[in-house]
C-alpha cells in the first residue's frame, strides 16, 4: 500500500477544506437571494391590509368631521337645494317657520271656484206670440238657484254653470180652453206646480265691482196638478229662460240681484198632439248669497 505522506495529507486537508467553504459561502448567498422574496411574499397581505384598514379608518374621520362641522354650523350656512327664487328674494319666512309649513308655503295653493246661491222670485207681466200662441196666462215662480264659475270667461265675461229648483210654481190661466188652448171663458182659474232646471248659463260682466251685468239661460221641466193651457194638454212642459240684469253688491257675502226683464217659455214640446205652449215677460229679484 502506498504511504500517504503528511505533505500529501496537508495538501488534500487544505482542499477539502477550501470545498467545504465554497460549498458554505455558495449554500449562504442562495439563502439570502431566496429569503428577501420569501419575506416579501409574507409580508406584502400584511402590508396591503394595513393599508386599506389605514385607507377606510381616514375615510370613516373625514365622514366625521364633515358631519360635526355641519352640526356645529350657525344658523343659514348650511347647503339648501337649489331653487328658481332669485337671491335676496323674500318669501315671508323666518326661523321660526316649521320645515313642514315652509314646504306647503311653496307650493301653489288651488282656490275653489266662485259660487252662488240665489233665492229669487219671479213675475209676469205680459204675453208676447213668440214660440208659443196661448196669450191669456200668468206666471209666478220662488225657489233657488246655484251658480258656479265653471267655464272660465268669454268676451269678458265670467261663465257660470246654472241649475235651479222651483218648489212653488203659480200658473194664471183661462178657466176653460178648447183643444188648442183657445179660451173660451173669461174667467181664470190657478194651477200650482214645481220645476226644475238642471242645464243653465250665467254670463256675469265685472264680477269684481259694486254693480255686476248678467245675462242668463236656462232649460228644464214644469209639472203641473193637472193639464195645462188646454184639457187635451199634458202635466208636464218643458221650460226655457232668459233675460239680462244686475248685481249690486251689498257686502262681502251678499249681493242684490235685479232681473230687468225676461222670457219664460213653457210647451209640451208635441209628446201630446196638443200643444198650445206659452210665452211669458217677466221680472224677477233676488238675493245672492257668496259660498266663498
Known amino acids: 500500500m502506498?504511504?500517504?505522506?503528511?505533505?500529501?495529507?496537508?495538501?488534500?486537508?487544505?482542499?477539502?477544506?477550501?470545498?467545504?467553504?465554497?460549498?458554505?459561502?455558495?449554500?449562504?448567498?442562495?439563502?439570502?437571494?431566496?429569503?428577501?422574496?420569501?419575506?416579501?411574499?409574507?409580508?406584502?397581505?400584511?402590508?396591503?391590509?394595513?393599508?386599506?384598514?389605514?385607507?377606510?379608518?381616514?375615510?370613516?374621520?373625514?365622514?366625521?368631521?364633515?358631519?360635526?362641522?355641519?352640526?356645529?354650523?350657525?344658523?343659514?350656512?348650511?347647503?339648501?337645494?337649489?331653487?328658481?327664487?332669485?337671491?335676496?328674494?323674500?318669501?315671508?319666512?323666518?326661523?321660526?317657520?316649521?320645515?313642514?309649513?315652509?314646504?306647503?308655503?311653496?307650493?301653489?295653493?288651488?282656490?275653489?271656484?266662485?259660487?252662488?246661491?240665489?233665492?229669487?222670485?219671479?213675475?209676469?207681466?205680459?204675453?208676447?206670440?213668440?214660440?208659443?200662441?196661448?196669450?191669456?196666462?200668468?206666471?209666478?215662480?220662488?225657489?233657488?238657484?246655484?251658480?258656479?264659475?265653471?267655464?272660465?270667461?268669454?268676451?269678458?265675461?265670467?261663465?257660470d254653470y246654472v241649475a235651479e229648483v222651483l218648489p212653488f210654481v203659480l200658473l194664471v190661466e183661462p178657466a176653460v180652453s178648447d183643444y188648442w188652448g183657445d179660451p173660451l171663458s173669461h174667467n181664470r182659474k190657478l194651477v200650482p206646480g214645481v220645476g226644475i232646471t238642471p242645464i243653465g248659463l250665467r254670463m256675469l260682466w265685472r264680477s269684481n265691482t259694486n254693480l255686476k251685468p248678467y245675462m242668463l239661460v236656462k232649460g228644464g221641466m214644469l209639472g203641473f196638478t193637472q193639464k195645462v193651457l188646454s184639457p187635451s194638454a199634458s202635466y208636464e212642459n218643458f221650460s226655457l229662460q232668459s233675460g239680462f240684469g244686475v248685481q249690486a253688491r251689498l257686502n262681502q257675502r251678499w249681493d242684490l240681484r235685479l232681473g230687468l226683464w225676461g222670457d219664460f217659455h213653457f210647451s209640451n214640446g208635441f209628446i201630446v198632439p196638443s200643444n198650445p205652449g206659452t210665452d211669458v215677460m217677466n221680472a224677477s229679484w233676488g238675493l245672492s248669497y257668496h259660498l266663498r
Open 2 to 159: 502506498k504511504q500517504v505522506t503528511f505533505a500529501e495529507r496537508s495538501i488534500r486537508k487544505s482542499l477539502f477544506t477550501g470545498q467545504r467553504c465554497a460549498h458554505n459561502c455558495i449554500l449562504k448567498l442562495l439563502l439570502s437571494r431566496l429569503t428577501i422574496p420569501a419575506a416579501l411574499c409574507l409580508l406584502a397581505p400584511q402590508l396591503v391590509h394595513t393599508q386599506e384598514t389605514q385607507t377606510a379608518g381616514l375615510t370613516l374621520l373625514s365622514q366625521e368631521l364633515q358631519t360635526a362641522m355641519v352640526e356645529n354650523a350657525p344658523l343659514g350656512t348650511s347647503q339648501m337645494p337649489e331653487t328658481d327664487i332669485a337671491p335676496g328674494t323674500d318669501i315671508g319666512i323666518d326661523a321660526d317657520t316649521p320645515a313642514q309649513t315652509v314646504a306647503t308655503a311653496t307650493e301653489p295653493v288651488k282656490s275653489a271656484p266662485e259660487r252662488e246661491l240665489i233665492f229669487e222670485g219671479l213675475a209676469s207681466y205680459g204675453n208676447y206670440n213668440l214660440f208659443a200662441k196661448e196669450d191669456m196666462t200668468k206666471l209666478y215662480t220662488s225657489g233657488v238657484e246655484y251658480d258656479r264659475h265653471s267655464w272660465g270667461y268669454f268676451l269678458r265675461a265670467r261663465m
